[in-house]
């Protein structure tokens, strides 16, 4: 199962420039967590990662600095029918 939660500073997972606020979505059968990450001011990825290994799930290489992605996170937690994602339309 998914659960799309939202981290708090001093987490791992928290990024000052987070354009998904600060949320992850993780899996309660494994150690895997999809979160965003900062490429630079204008480029934003979503990452799967495992232990040390990490995988692009999605990149957002032209936006506009302070752009949100959160509706973009939000539809991908409604793909995996995460507890916690916004309902479906």
Same mark, same amino acid.
């Given at each position: &199962?998914? &659960?799309?939660?939202?981290?708090? *500073?001093?987490? =791992? ?7 998904? @606020? ?9 150690? !895997?967590?999809?979160?965003? *990450? ?11 990662? =495992?232990?040390? @290994?990490?995988?692009? &799930?999605? @990149?957002?290489?032209? !936006? @506009? ?6 509706? =973009? ?5 409604? *793909? !995996? ?6 309902? *479906?339309?």
């Amino acid at each position: &199962m998914w &659960m799309l939660v939202q981290v708090s *500073r001093g987490s =791992k997972f928290f990024d000052p420039e987070s354009r998904v @606020e600060n949320q992850v979505l993780i899996c309660d059968t494994s150690d !895997l967590v999809i979160a965003g *990450r900062s490429l630079g001011p204008t480029a934003y990825r979503f990452e799967a990662r =495992k232990g040390t @290994e990490n995988f692009s &799930m999605a @990149e957002f290489p032209a !936006l @506009e600095p302070g752009a949100s992605l959160v509706d =973009k996170f939000g539809e991908l937690a409604q *793909r !995996l029918d995460a507890v916690g994602a916004p309902p *479906r339309r």
